[in-house]
């Protein structure tokens, strides 16, 4: 079956240290990969995605994720963390019975708190 | 542009009654799609509406769950009538193509 898993109900670090978030995924076949961001009040936003290439991908807000496939894991990461960075975060999969549609598996997500 | 939007951003309805949340997607975005959140766990898929046709329904939990999408453009979600489990965040997310899918802030339900 296809899953996400995201190993840490919470994450937290100092302002200024780099962070981890970590995702580890199972589907058949090469992922579309994606992590999301929610902050308070707030929807779902786009951080990055992985669809092929390299495998160290930058999004928004200072963000990277490294795709390893023979761990099967997509870890968030950021060399320096804000206390701006502070929100709930999602790794996600795209199902691959969905066809090329956006039909999307989630992790249960990441709360990510960023201390002064 | 504006982004998905979604109403009300929060209800809170008695068990029995009946709910009708609606997304409003970003303009030409043919495709829709319904998630929810339930008790801090995983984003679940519901289904997925490619203008005004059901691409997939898989995820909807019961019958109790109505999807529409009308003409293609906005769509409702109608629960009727609400049971306790259904307690959750609804997000809606609509995608042009192959994009991206750009995400609406949610519709938390508590049924009491």
């Known amino acids: 079956a296809q899953s996400v898993a995201q190993p840490e109900d919470q994450v937290n670090v100092a302002e200024g240290n780099p962070l981890t978030v970590k995702c580890t995924y199972s589907v058949s076949g090469n992922p579309y990969l994606f992590w999301y961001v929610q902050y308070p009040n707030r929807g779902l936003q786009f951080l990055l995605k992985?669809?092929?290439?390299?495998?160290l991908v930058k999004g928004s807000y200072g963000f990277e994720a490294e795709f390893n496939k023979s761990q099967t894991s997509f870890h968030l990461k950021k060399p320096s963390a804000l206390v701006s960075d502070s929100a709930l975060y999602f790794c996600?999969?795209?199902?691959?019975?969905?066809?090329?549609?956006?039909?999307?598996?989630f992790g249960a997500g990441t709360r990510l708190a960023v201390h002064p | 542009e504006a982004g998905v939007t979604q109403f009300p951003s929060h209800s809170v309805i008695e068990k029995g009654q009946t709910v009708t949340l609606r997304c409003d997607p970003i303009s030409g975005h043919d495709n829709l799609y319904w998630y929810r959140r339930v008790m801090g766990k995983e984003i679940k898929f519901l289904l997925h509406f490619v203008k005004e046709s059901k691409q997939d329904e898989s995820g909807m939990p019961n019958n109790r769950f109505l999807a529409e999408r009308t003409g293609g453009t906005y769509s409702t979600l109608k629960v009727q009538p609400a049971e306790l489990e259904d307690s959750g965040v609804y997000f809606c997310a609509s995608q042009k193509g192959v994009g991206e899918a750009f995400f609406g802030q949610g519709t938390r339900l508590t049924v009491v």
């Open positions: 996600a999969v795209r199902d691959m019975r969905s066809g090329g549609y956006n039909k999307l598996i």
């Open positions: 992985y669809i092929t290439g390299d495998n």
